[in-house]
């Protein structure tokens, strides 16, 4: 039996991600800070097995700061890391692309304190990787395989993650908008297509909301070429959605990015309810605070005494 579940574990795993993969050659791309609307250059370098992603600033004379949950910083509107007093803003979409891509161990250089919102999605740094070409590395990768579930709950919002076979992601969202109301996405890893199904989905605001935003100057660089921003009716931005359920898609890449602050890539069912970046940044650290509800796992190891279960449903939601 316990053979059975190696053989299917290094088939939903693909032989090839059992190796550790960093980018083949440095690749660049330069845009504006959502946030901070600051210019910002950033490339892409490979970086040698077992070094994770780690962020260099550039203009701080190299200071790193590790893609690690211990470093998170601010999670409201964005994803940022924080180490010594110094901050990068905004990592989540390329850090998505990243751990969407597969690709364990890079060097992330950039010459200010925000990421490129680029097109609001992570289609320009899967498109980035790509134009880098991805490298097998001889190193194994280790997986962090989640062996009890782990929650946070806050009012109707919720979050937890449940023993599986593969890394999936089930996200419901709901708004009390007519474009969006409730909607759901499942992903899971080998049979869903992370670059062509959730990378292209694009960050989302409201128009109320972007006018408060604009006048705390918490988004100085936000525009319609990198958000798709709804009034009462519907999209403003002329071109309309990629997807009916780009908001969903959007939630899930966020998700996806978040996660990879784990160290490791996780196999595990991930379930959220109405989170955002904050919820998933404190599941992410109770799970790791948690060490009994996960064990560190070279594929295709099966933790033994283990029984995947499926997750609960939550219960339906109302739009609120
Ligand atoms: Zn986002």
Known sequence: MQLVKQVLM???????????????????????????????????????????????????????????????????????LMKKGVLISTTEHLLSALAGRDVDNALVEIDNLELPILDGSARPFVELITKAGIRRQRARR??????????????????????????????????PHPLIGAQSIEFASGSSNYATEIAPARTFGFLEELEMLRKNSLIRGGSLENAVVLDRQGVINPEGLRFPDEFCRHKLLDLIGDFSLVGHPLIGHVVAERAG??????????????????????????????????????ATSEVS
């Open 10 to 80: 290094i088939f939903l795993l693909g032989e090839n991600l059992t190796n550790q993969h960093t980018i083949a050659a440095p690749a660049a791309v330069s845009g504006i800070g959502l946030h901070t609307g600051v210019k910002v250059n950033l490339r892409l370098c490979p970086a040698p097995a077992n070094t994770g992603i780690v962020f260099r600033r550039t203009d701080l004379e190299g200071f790193i700061i590790e893609a690690q949950s211990r470093n998170v910083a601010r999670v409201s509107y964005a994803t940022s």
């Open 277 to 314: 970046h904050a919820m998933h940044a404190q599941l992410v650290s109770r799970l790791l605070r948690e060490k009994n509800s996960w064990k560190l796992v070279s594929s295709p190891e099966v933790a033994t005494g283990t029984v995947s279960q499926p997750a609960p449903v939550f």
């Open 142 to 175: 280790s997986f962090i395989r989640v062996l009890k579930p782990v929650e946070v709950v806050d009012g109707m919002r919720r979050i937890a993650v449940y023993p599986a076979d593969v890394f999936r992601v089930t996200y419901r969202i709901a708004f």
